[in-house]
């Protein structure tokens, strides 16, 4: 008999939870996971102490949202564009969030200074970053037990997600109330390539 898609995805994530404990038991690094949104579930699960690289801001957003709805604090860096609107949508309690719109050239000392107190950070950085940089930033997420998303390129990460264009429900004929939001995303890890639709909400 074969497992539905819900008994799947609930199989993985009850791997993923005994694979932690093993690991804690061995004596290895600890890393645990983070809530993310029903509609990631399959296909990529935030860890702490890991990094994450996106191409889009909305999947920026919808990673973090997770973390934000099961009571957790967030962060976003470098966004000077950051939509308050469009976070309320993915559910992101702006009461516990926390943004720097413009770092500048001390992005380096916010960020590890965030990951220190916040569950998720998304950056979005300036320029290019290089690895000594990142390295300090890895460090600090593992002994913090943090997760970090960045929007943009990143020297090493636990899994990239690239998004290859939207298509928009609710408008119809050139008049309506927008819906929906569905995007396809491709998750790149060590493992083998996974790519879906999947479904923004948006609401308000």
Do not use: N
Not at 185 to 200: E, I, K, M, N
């Amino acid at each position: 008999m074969s497992l539905t898609v819900v008994e799947q995805r609930s199989t993985l994530a009850e791997i993923e939870r005994l694979r932690g404990q093993i690991q804690a038991l061995q004596g290895g690094p600890t890393r645990l996971t983070v809530p993310v949104l029903p509609m990631f579930d399959g296909l990529v699960q935030l860890r702490t102490g890991g990094s994450y690289a996106v191409d889009a801001a909305s999947l920026a957003m919808a990673l973090a949202a997770g973390a934000s709805r099961a009571g957790e604090w967030v962060g976003f860096v470098g966004w000077t564009d950051f939509g308050v609107e469009a976070a309320h949508q993915l559910g992101i309690d702006l009461d516990r969030t926390v943004v720097v719109p413009s770092p500048g050239e001390h992005w380096l000392e916010v960020t590890a200074a965030l990951v220190d107190v916040l569950k998720v950070l998304v950056l979005r950085p300036a320029g290019g970053v290089d690895a000594k940089s990142a390295s300090v930033i890895e460090a600090r997420l593992r002994a913090r037990s943090g997760v970090l998303v960045v929007h943009g390129e990143w020297p090493r990460c636990d899994a990239r997600l690239s998004s290859a264009g939207s298509e928009w429900d609710g408008i119809g004929r050139g008049a309506g109330r927008l819906r929906s939001r569905r995007m396809r995303v491709s998750v790149r890890s060590t493992g083998r390539p996974v790519d879906r639709a999947l479904d923004f909400p948006l609401v308000g």
